[in-house]
């Protein structure tokens, strides 16, 4: 049982980085092939919007360590 949490622990590691990288990235690369523009318009807000929070993570990461 104890293997399972660990295979169960690792799967869901994986699944944050999938869904909030690889599909996104498959999407962006279908809307770029495209001839709509809409479509670029929305994975390129979603691109920078992860890169600013990705970047605010990073910045307040040490604060909270240090705090807790």
């Not at 498959?26 to 523009?37: D, G, L, N």
């Not at 670029?40 to 360590?65: C, G, H, K, N, R």
């Given at each position: 049982?104890?293997?399972?949490?660990?295979?169960?622990?690792?799967?869901?590691?994986?699944?944050?980085?999938?869904?909030m990288?690889?599909?996104?990235?498959?999407?962006?690369?279908?809307?770029?092939?495209?001839t709509?523009?809409?479509?670029?318009?929305q994975?390129?807000?979603?691109?920078i919007l992860y890169?600013?929070?990705?970047?605010?993570?990073?910045?307040?990461?040490?604060?909270?360590?240090?705090?807790?």
């Amino acid at each position: 049982m104890n293997r399972f949490w660990t295979l169960l622990t690792y799967l869901h590691s994986l699944a944050g980085p999938g869904v909030m990288l690889l599909y996104p990235l498959y999407a962006s690369v279908v809307a770029i092939e495209s001839t709509s523009k809409v479509d670029d318009e929305q994975w390129l807000a979603y691109w920078i919007l992860y890169s600013f929070l990705t970047l605010v993570e990073m910045l307040i990461q040490p604060l909270f360590e240090w705090y807790v």
